[in-house]
């Protein structure tokens, strides 16, 4: 018969050629990764007959792999299974299987076709248990460190506080309280004014964790830290090679951080008039423009400002735009100070000592009644953190159970207690002030001296006639 390059027969050889050569070298790819890979894997017939097995495999049983080919695996691997699956069909996956005093980890599966079993493939996944315990120690270690910064992220970037963490009953609070739940629900912008240390953070934490935001994340930016050069890199981050000292992968800023959930300017009084415009534009338009970036990138942020200094008088002033201020003015949560709610002062006192309690781990009992009416009656000019201050110090000065009139600062006792300098002014005054600082310094010596008032004169660096002359002073004892 002769065969013409361009009959059929001449086409179906060639096709069937290149066919067996694909499967030739498609054969020797799968011999060559069944020999170099890292586990051990044996392959054997329906009756047990080993007809593969890679180098692995040999050296874990101390062989040679032309001593394996060729027998039934029972001959050759103590306590094998592979003969059973062949008979079972049924695949054995991580089973503990002891060759020559060691327990190791395999798996076991058939190889099924026309739903007869023609092969079963072997494979070590452990060649000593210990290697496993050591894998999943290695695990649970990851797996803890990752749990931890995750917690540390959600912490740095999550509300801590809620409405109930703001402590009172007074109607001035109540009212503002009831405004910030109502407010919380929706995605308008909150301006939060008040004094410094009446509890503006709080009510951004507590406005973001009852608003439909609470899941996303809480970003808290102190405008009054920020140096007036970093504001734009801080607050909409830039593109790599934006300027020099640039990080290379450019960074996300404080809008960008963000996104999907609340950010929190404090001291927004303190925002120069040129960030002031772009800070508009994002209440606009409700987009950033990184540092060095092309276009612009679309956010979804609310904004809740705070400012302890009066922004009406600073846009009066030229110092804070007016249609800037507008648009934070939706809605103003004005906070109360303390001395205008004078009867939340005995739960707050409480209510810090615990915490105060559980933060230091010296227990207290409470304070003395003529401590709490002096700490009712003073004015507050620091508020709930001055309280909480004056409370703190007490608590590591104490020698007894509760707070004492001797716990508290001297000039506190004459300023909230009626004496001569009871008035609010006279409390706020230079004078007040420097007796007060003077007093504590003095009390501090006499109390790290156990009493001795010569070695209390030598630490503070003035005679011991001028000591007991302030001590007479301000009458301590």
């Given at each position: 018969?002769?065969?013409?390059?361009?009959?059929?027969?001449?086409?179906?050889?060639?096709?069937?050629?290149?066919?067996?050569?694909?499967?030739?070298?498609?054969?020797?790819?799968?011999?060559?990764?069944?020999?170099?890979?890292?586990?051990?894997?044996?392959?054997?017939?329906?009756?047990?007959?080993?007809?593969?097995?890679?180098?692995?495999y040999?050296?874990?049983?101390?062989?040679?792999?032309?001593?394996?080919?060729?027998?039934?695996?029972?001959?050759?691997?103590?306590?094998?299974?592979?003969?059973?699956?062949?008979?079972?069909?049924?695949?054995?996956?991580?089973q503990?299987?002891?060759?020559?005093?060691?327990?190791?980890?395999?798996?076991?599966?058939?190889?099924?076709?026309?739903?007869?079993?023609?092969a079963?493939?072997?494979?070590?996944?452990?060649?000593?248990?210990?290697?496993?315990?050591?894998?999943?120690?290695?695990?649970?270690?990851?797996?803890?460190?990752?749990?931890?910064?995750?917690?540390?992220?959600?912490?740095?970037?999550?509300?801590?506080?809620?409405?109930n963490?703001?402590?009172?009953?007074?109607?001035?609070?109540?009212?503002?309280?009831?405004?910030?739940?109502?407010?919380?629900?929706?995605?308008?912008?909150?301006?939060?004014?008040?004094?410094?240390?009446?509890?503006?953070?709080?009510?951004?934490?507590?406005?973001?964790?009852?608003?439909?935001?609470?899941?996303?994340?809480?970003?808290?930016v102190?405008?009054?830290?920020?140096?007036?050069?970093?504001?734009?890199?801080?607050?909409?981050?830039?593109?790599?090679?934006?300027?020099?000292?640039?990080?290379?992968?450019?960074?996300?800023?404080?809008?960008?951080?963000?996104?999907?959930g609340?950010?929190?300017?404090?001291?927004?009084?303190?925002?120069?008039?040129?960030?002031?415009?772009k800070?508009?534009?994002?209440?606009?338009?409700?987009?950033?423009?990184?540092v060095?970036?092309?276009?612009?990138?679309?956010?979804?942020?609310?904004?809740?400002?705070?400012?302890?200094?009066?922004?009406?008088?600073?846009?009066?002033?030229?110092?804070?735009?007016?249609?800037?201020?507008?648009?934070?003015?939706?809605v103003?949560?004005?906070?109360p100070?303390?001395?205008?709610?004078?009867?939340?002062?005995?739960?707050?006192?409480?209510?810090?000592?615990?915490?105060?309690?559980?933060?230091?781990?010296?227990?207290?009992?409470?304070v003395?009644?003529?401590?709490?009416?002096?700490?009712?009656?003073?004015?507050?000019?620091?508020?709930?953190?001055?309280?909480?201050?004056?409370?703190?110090?007490?608590?590591?000065?104490?020698?007894?159970?509760?707070?004492?009139?001797?716990?508290?600062?001297?000039?506190?006792?004459?300023?909230?207690?009626?004496?001569?300098?009871?008035?609010?002014?006279?409390?706020?005054?230079?004078?007040?002030?420097?007796?007060?600082?003077?007093?504590?310094?003095?009390?501090?010596?006499?109390?790290?001296?156990?009493?001795?008032?010569?070695?209390?004169?030598?630490?503070?660096?003035?005679?011991?006639?001028?000591?007991?002359?302030?001590?007479?002073?301000?009458?301590?004892?």
């Open positions: 018969m002769i065969i013409h390059k361009s009959g059929w027969v001449h086409t179906l050889l060639h096709s069937l050629s290149k066919r067996a050569e694909r499967a030739e070298k498609d054969c020797l790819m799968l011999e060559d990764a069944l020999g170099h890979a890292y586990e051990g894997l044996l392959i054997t017939d329906a009756r047990g007959i080993i007809l593969k097995v890679n180098e692995a040999a050296r874990f049983l101390e062989t040679t792999i032309d001593k394996l080919v060729g027998r039934h695996v029972t001959d050759v691997i103590e306590n094998t299974r592979m003969h059973l699956v062949a008979k079972s069909g049924v695949a054995e996956i991580a503990l299987q002891k060759i020559k005093g060691h327990e190791m980890i395999c798996s076991r599966i058939p190889i099924i076709e026309e739903g007869k079993v023609v079963v493939v072997g494979k070590i996944m452990f060649q000593n248990i210990e290697d496993l315990f050591t894998f999943t120690e290695n695990f649970k270690k990851l797996k803890t460190e990752l749990e931890f910064y995750k917690s540390e992220l959600s912490k740095h970037l999550s509300a801590k506080y809620s409405f963490h703001i402590v009172g009953i007074s109607k001035e609070l109540e009212w503002v309280k009831d405004l910030g739940r109502k407010v919380a629900m929706s995605t308008t912008t909150v301006l939060l004014k008040g004094e410094s240390g009446t509890g503006k953070e709080l009510f951004a934490h507590a406005i973001h964790n009852e608003s439909n935001r609470r899941l996303g994340p809480f970003i808290k102190n405008c009054a830290a920020i140096p007036e050069t970093l504001f734009e890199s801080e607050l909409f981050g830039y593109r790599e090679g934006a300027f020099t000292g640039a990080q290379k992968k450019g960074k996300k800023g404080k809008f960008a951080l963000a996104d999907k609340t950010i929190f300017l404090d001291e927004i009084s303190e925002l120069p008039l040129t960030m002031q415009v800070l508009l534009r994002v209440l606009q338009e409700k987009e950033i423009e990184p060095g970036a092309e276009a612009s990138e679309a956010v979804d942020v609310r904004i809740i400002a705070a400012s302890n200094r009066d922004l009406e008088t600073l846009v009066k002033n030229g110092m804070f735009r007016h249609d800037l201020y507008y648009r934070l003015n939706v103003m949560l004005e906070i100070p303390l001395r205008s709610r004078r009867d939340d002062i005995p739960l707050l006192i409480q209510f810090h000592l615990r915490q105060l309690e559980r933060e230091t781990g010296i227990p207290v009992e409470g003395d009644p003529d401590v709490a009416g002096i700490l009712k009656q003073h004015d507050w000019p620091g508020n709930v953190r001055e309280l909480r201050n004056v409370l703190e110090q007490a608590l590591y000065v104490k020698v007894g159970p509760t707070i004492s009139r001797n716990d508290i600062p001297g000039a506190l006792v004459k300023c909230g207690g009626g004496g001569i300098m009871s008035a609010p002014e006279a409390c706020r005054s230079l004078k007040f002030i420097t007796r007060m600082a003077e007093e504590e310094a003095i009390r501090t010596a006499i109390r790290e001296e156990k009493g001795d008032k010569q070695a209390a004169a030598v630490r503070l660096g003035i005679s011991k006639s001028s000591l007991y002359a302030k001590v007479g002073q301000y009458d301590l004892k």
